[in-house]
């Protein structure tokens, strides 16, 4: 079992940054690709980024690209996703999300853990 804590969402205006971080327990984090997924209001959750178990391999929505990087300490048993230039459509809550496979398909992992997820508002 893995216990997945995200922090770091909040109210930021159009063009700002945030940092989410999620916070893993209960197994060895550097096993497990990880990634983070978003729900906006009345949408289906959509994945947003995907890291390899040691950090090699990241992969984003294309809606993020360029704007969205995910990076992981294990170390520290955390993963971070540092969000730059937000935009409104952004707004949505983050899940951090613990899969026990990493593949070469889009989206590269299927969650095995999720956390309870942040939220994430940008204005306009």
């Known amino acids: 079992q893995v216990q997945l804590v995200e922090s770091g969402g909040g109210l930021v205006q159009a063009g700002g940054s945030l940092r989410l971080s999620c916070a893993a327990s209960g197994r060895t984090f550097s096993r497990f690709p990880m990634g983070w997924f978003r729900r906006a209001p009345g949408k289906e959750r959509e994945f947003v980024a995907a890291i390899s178990s040691s950090g090699g391999s990241t992969v984003y929505a294309d809606s993020v690209k360029g704007r969205f990087t995910i990076s992981r300490d294990n170390a520290k048993d955390t993963v971070y996703l540092q969000m730059n230039s937000l935009k409104p459509e952004d707004t949505a809550v983050y899940y951090c999300?613990?899969?026990?496979?990493?593949?070469?398909?889009?989206?590269?992992?299927?969650?095995?853990?999720w956390g309870q997820g942040t939220q994430v508002t940008v204005s306009s």
């Open positions: 999300a613990a899969s026990t496979y990493y593949t070469s398909s889009y989206p590269p992992l299927v969650p095995s853990y």
